[in-house]
């Protein structure tokens, strides 16, 4: 009988102990992160997030649009206190949306440059990339580059390769382009560049350089970071497509090159708003920035640290110098214009 109260005592004590560490774990320490990332970096950098400040984060991961339909879904229902995607073009979309909320913070003035955020702070920047001629060096000479607009020109005809319009850098392109020299001229622009495609626009950004090494075209238009990952790829061609091309940084004498960002804002209906920022202004700090730097081959939005070795080889360069977010608010119309001019 002894034992029998003992044991009975025992399962309780557990049971109240089990009780307690939930009790312990409100859900204000757990935050949850809808992002479209899924680079081993990032999941190192949460869990060190957790271990200096204790805030767990449950990370849900889909493709940005499905992301995007899931929080205007969901409404004030859902879990989401943080979204992270790529693109100022999709950060604008998701801002109109009205799917964030303003977020203001020191840490962040000081992490995060007026020109890699939402002038109403609704969202952040994560990382930096540009769009650049990539181009085979036995086919191309450096001293024939110069713009995006000279892509248009006949001498390029069937030479160039780039994806397709339906995909977002291209969107961001193109909005670009409408943001600096207005919707006619942009459409012009755009019609020049479908009339000297080498193919229908297909495949990502690396099928673009592969495309360019197997001399099915001279120059593709892609993001700068996959010639780092294909540098350091497990895959031998794209080791030696990357070690082939050469990078070209268009504009420099004139507008800039275009550059965009993945970026970061708290959902509106976020339930724990402060625990959110705090891992935003992680994400933007110096050590996570050096992380992103040394993995990804972005380029980090915080001004004290270095980029990799591989960008730094690739000299500075000038930017486009127009706001991101414009990148969101010509969006559409790039979008219907890209379509008009046939760009599939
Ligand atoms: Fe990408």
Request: proline share 3%; net charge negative.
């Amino acid at each position: 009988m002894k034992k029998i109260y003992l044991f009975l005592s025992l399962i309780l004590t557990m049971l109240i102990l089990a009780s307690c560490q939930l009790g312990s774990s409100p859900d204000n320490i757990t935050i949850t992160v809808f992002t479209e990332r899924h680079y081993d970096t990032d999941q190192l950098l949460y869990d060190r997030f957790t271990e200096l400040t204790g805030i767990k984060v449950n990370l849900i991961r889909d493709e940005a649009d499905k992301l995007i339909t899931r929080l205007q879904n969901e409404g004030s229902d859902t879990e989401a206190d943080l979204l992270i995607i790529a693109d100022a073009g999709r950060l604008g979309r998701a801002k109109a949306f009205d799917l964030f909320q303003p977020v203001t913070s020191s840490i962040l003035e000081e992490n995060v440059p007026l020109e890699y955020k939402d002038p109403e702070n609704y969202w952040y920047g994560l990382t930096m990339r540009a769009r650049v001629f990539v181009y085979h060096p036995d086919r191309v000479m450096a001293s024939e580059l110069s713009t995006y607009e000279d892509l248009t020109d006949s001498k390029w005809r069937g030479r160039i390769v780039t994806r397709t319009s339906t995909n977002i850098y291209n969107q961001s392109l193109m909005a670009s382009m409408i943001a600096i020299m207005g919707e006619a001229d942009a459409k012009t622009w755009a019609d020049g560049i479908v009339k000297n495609f080498a193919r229908d626009p297909q495949g990502n950004d690396r099928d673009q350089a592969k495309a360019v090494v197997s001399g099915v075209a001279d120059l593709a238009i892609m993001n700068t970071y996959y010639i780092g990952r294909m540098l350091y790829s497990s895959d031998p061609f794209e080791v030696t497509v990357a070690e082939t091309v050469r990078i070209f940084f268009p504009n420099q004498e004139t507008t800039g090159t275009h550059i965009n960002v993945s970026g970061m804002g708290v959902t509106k209906h976020s339930k724990n708003t402060e625990n959110a920022i705090k891992l935003i202004e992680f994400l933007t700090s110096i050590e996570a920035q050096s992380s992103y730097a040394h993995e990804n081959f972005e380029y980090p939005i915080h001004q004290d640290v270095t980029p990799h070795e591989l960008l730094l080889s690739w000299g500075t360069f000038k930017k486009q110098e127009i706001t991101l977010d414009l990148l969101g608010t010509h969006s559409a119309k790039a979008i219907m214009l890209l379509n008009e001019v046939g760009w599939k």
